[in-house]
């Protein structure tokens, strides 16, 4: 039940921002933002005319297919039949029925728990937080480890410097950058449309004033990107255009500089570091005969040799704060650039100063160098998963594809199990994985798909079950991130739309159908948990002294601001005073330029130390004449996918598809004019999209944001496998490399032509045919 009446006006929290919420005859009529935030984002304005629109799932659904024949491999049909619509009690006794099947049969390492993305930014109903602590209640799940952002990193920083999470949120705040920095080398760049979102929630965006101050207190910018807009143009960045892919070359030019050039400091380099013998022995070409000089890289680079040296001699003279993006791990070998940054930072001896050294995903995210405190919020107890197996989470479709394959991760030995049910409740794998076709032939191998979702995009399509989710206005929860100074009471808008439920309330009744109601819910309903996690949170703030309202007088209030800390934060500054006494987290307990553990595992594509290793797929290595390298970055109308059939999202769109940015000299040698329909392909896949052409992007280069709904062709359509724009039937489905096994979306090639044809319409935001007949369980 809920816990507060709806009211009109009061708040909910999402990863792009805080709103108001106003509503009249129980429907939402707009979204307006928190008064508290100076540059919110416009993306939730898109939910009001969607929360109850014709893409909304009000009713459990089944494909036909697997309600007539049984559960079993789909051989082609998911994403292509009807579904038929049952009632809850039904729904419920068929999928508790399913899931005893796979239990008995196969046992529980035989159902993948598949949630993965920005589902909600509520504490209680993160869908995640839900799925998993379902499952485990009912005997455990193979599960994944990692995230597509930035997967390379996870494992990697560990073995460099000890840790992942605390290097990325702990990152110099743009308030010291303000004071003490010369130089800001933004190697990925700093695209403000990334700094919309936190997960978690955001109550004020900051980046871009910040971003303005420090330029304004005379912190100068480069932006190394293929991409001129990854640094807003007010900031007037000097912008090294280098060839995608050779990040690494570059970090190693860099690095040859200052050592060649007695530039490195060496006393930093004894006291905090070890293995530089060994890196350096590599650079300066003794270990293998070719020195990594600037002359070396910029063919690689495509840039000035001279432009090189001078950079790494103005990063030795300045103050110099090194951001690498996050972009840089989703690419072939996307261990080695975060590792070549630390190597020079650590070379620079800057590490640990006043606004120098290195900062990972600076605008990735709002909270990235933002100066505030971070509220620690209680999250929902997912319990012990008892099955042990897992796989890296960008190997779900060779895990489906291949059971029983060996796989190496990160010093580790795994195999890929045999999944009969994957059961997912947040996120959007027909979003965020590569070659979408593999991936569609990969879901077909399941007996069985069950999805919570609450509209129809691609994920609901290719499922065989979906159960219809409550969204973040149709439910009471609480908002918080340890990245952001504002708690947020989030109060039920409206009804759940037609029969949707909570999350909550959907396992809660599968728990009790599964006799385990009582060890999932605790007793407890909704506002009992909302009230528990918030004590619990109340607790987890005293300690770092922050101060919370009692439960009811934060409801009441609607928010709560943490004061900023009292020191503006500053990366690895007590490591780097004393690194005795507070040492990292390495074997060493110092910065690891070699890494004994590392070169242990004995990966021929990821030595014990950064190297260049070149890209399987980059416009160094293409034989074509002219190939073009596709970046699918982060969009800026929508998180990921999220809301693409929104109002905003839709805004954007060039002819209603996915716009496509290529360079005025490749756009020309192949007849392409601003607006154009364009096929975009590769021996991967096709799509649709929308020609924009400017001198932004690099030539050699498109630009194809990530987010458009996936939309397969009905029948077979001549070279395209999505009639709407979605890059990653163009990405190539490979780890980074044996040690972490990440995502290498950004290793891509293409081509790009006028398309002539008649173009087939965009069905993506239609809905499915769907029976409404009565059903009756078995």
Sequence with gaps: MPATPHADGSLTATHWG????????????????????????????????????????????????WLEQGAGPADGRRGSEDFVALPWPEAIER?????????????????????????????????????????????????????????????????????????????????????????FVAIGGIPLKNGQVTNGGVGQHVQRQDLLDAVADGVRLINISPIRSDV??????????????????????????????????????????????????????????????ADWAATLCQL?????????????????????????????????PYWAAIAVAAMLGQIGTEGGGIGFGYCAMNAIGANYQGIPGAALPQGNNPVKQFIPVARIADMLLNPGERFDYNGQSGHYPEIKLVYWAGGNPFHHHQDLDRLRQAWQRPDTVIVHDWCWNAHARHADIILPAATHLERNDIASSSRDPFLVYMTQAIDPVGESRTDYAIFSALAKALGVEEAFTDGLDESQWLARLYDETRDKAAVQGIELPDFEQFRQQGWFEAEPPRQPQVLMQAFRRDPETHPLGT?????????????????????????????REWLGGATAATPLHLISNQPRTKLHSQLDHGQHSRSAKLNGREPVMLHPDDAAARGIR??????????????????????????QVVQLSTGAWYDPPSSPASGLSCLHGNPNVLTRDQGTSRLAQGPSAMSCLVEVERYLEPAAPVTVFTPPTIDHRKGTAD
Excluded at 26 to 47: H, K
Excluded at 109 to 117: D, F, H, P, Q, R
Excluded at 139 to 166: C, D, I, Q, R
């Design 674 to 699: 601003h607006g154009d329909l364009v096929r975009v392909f590769n021996h991967r896949g096709g799509c649709l999209a929308s020609a924009i052409v400017s001198d932004d992007v690099r030539p």
């Design 304 to 336: 000035d040799p001279d432009d090189i040296r001078q950079l790494a001699r103005r990063m030795a003279r300045e103050r110099t704060m090194i951001s690498v993006s996050w972009s840089l791990t989703r690419q072939d070998y996307g261990e080695q």
């Design 18 to 65: 805080t709103y108001r919420v106003h509503t009249q005859n129980g429907r939402v009529t707009a979204l307006t933002p928190f008064e508290r935030d100076p540059d919110p984002s416009a993306i939730g304005q898109g939910m009001a005319d969607v929360v109850d629109g014709p893409l909304r799932i009000t009713q459990p659904m089944f494909r036909r297919g």
């Design 95 to 183: 999928v508790a029925a399913e899931l005893n099947r796979v239990r008995q049969h196969h046992g529980n390492e035989a159902i993948y728990g598949g949630s993965y993305g920005w589902s909600s930014a509520g504490r209680f109903h993160h869908a995640q937080s839900q799925l998993k602590r379902f499952l485990n209640t009912i005997g455990g799940y193979t599960a994944s480890v990692n995230t597509y952002s930035y997967a390379a990193a996870e494992v990697t920083l560990p073995h460099v410097l000890g840790s992942f999470y605390p290097m990325v949120n702990g990152a110099t705040s743009w308030a010291q950058m303000r004071k003490h920095t010369d130089l």
């Design 232 to 293: 807003m143009a007010e900031a007037g960045a000097d912008w090294l255009p280098l060839r995608p892919g050779s990040d690494v070359a570059l970090l190693l030019a860099i690095a040859h500089t200052l050592e060649s050039e007695g530039l490195t400091n060496q006393q930093f380099i004894a006291s905090h570091t070890v293995g530089f013998e060994r890196f350096r022995d590599y650079v300066l070409g003794h270990s293998d005969g070719q020195a990594k000089d």
């Design 587 to 615: 074997p060493s307990g110092k910065i690891e330029l070699f890494s004994a553990t590392v070169a242990g595992f004995g990966y021929d594509d990821c030595p014990g130390y950064p190297c260049w290793i070149p890209p």
